[in-house]
């Protein structure tokens, strides 16, 4: 038999969740169905770059071998945003670059995820308060999900984004139960 429930104060834990029942023709598994999708979701990012400047290398280095983003399901980056559920923003955006990543969140397919990836992503950078034409941060394009700091954070800190976004995607509730009347 596989894990049970167990009781406590008359009632049934849930989190002891999926429980196998093994029988002769084979197994059943039991599992709320929010836990099973957002298990499949969160394993199986395709993520879209979106690379302005030099943290887009380090997104590259963190597909390689030290550093192997197959680990988390996101080792696919896509190049049109038709296939991806993930944007990855690394680097800083300009004005003149906003909407064109507008556009590309948009032709995303929900559900769809953002990470801001580097100070440049995250607050403008050091290109900011020099210039005119960067934007402060990528929230102020496209709603964040998660935020990677450093100039430029090292791949162990997009792992640990992933990681993060990840447990996001596993806590979201999709599903409600139908409302009585």
């Not at 008359?10 to 836990?35: N, R, T, W």
């Not at 090292?154 to 596993?170: C, D, H, N, V």
Request: aromatic share 10%; net charge positive.
């Amino acid at each position: 038999m596989g894990v049970k429930p167990r009781k406590k104060d008359g009632g049934i834990v849930m989190d002891d969740y999926p429980i196998v029942a093994e029988y002769e023709g084979g197994s059943i598994i039991l599992a709320q169905f929010d836990k099973l999708i957002n298990w499949a979701r969160s394993n199986s990012l395709w993520p879209l770059t979106f690379g302005t400047r030099c943290c887009a290398i380090e997104f590259m280095a963190a597909g390689a071998s030290r550093h192997d983003f197959a680990r988390f399901g996101a080792e696919v980056a896509r190049a049109t945003p038709r296939q991806a559920d993930l944007i990855i923003i690394s680097g800083s955006i300009n004005y003149k670059m906003a909407p064109v990543l507008k556009r590309l969140y948009d032709q995303i397919a929900d559900p769809k995820w953002v990470i801001a990836m580097g100070a440049c992503a995250v607050s403008g950078g050091p290109f900011f308060y020099n210039s005119y034409a960067i934007v402060k941060g990528a929230d102020h394009v496209v709603p964040v999900d998660v935020y990677i700091p450093g100039c430029p954070p090292r791949p162990e800190a997009l792992l640990y984004g992933i990681m993060q976004l990840q447990k996001k995607i596993r806590a979201e509730r999709n599903y409600s139960a139908p409302k009585s009347k």
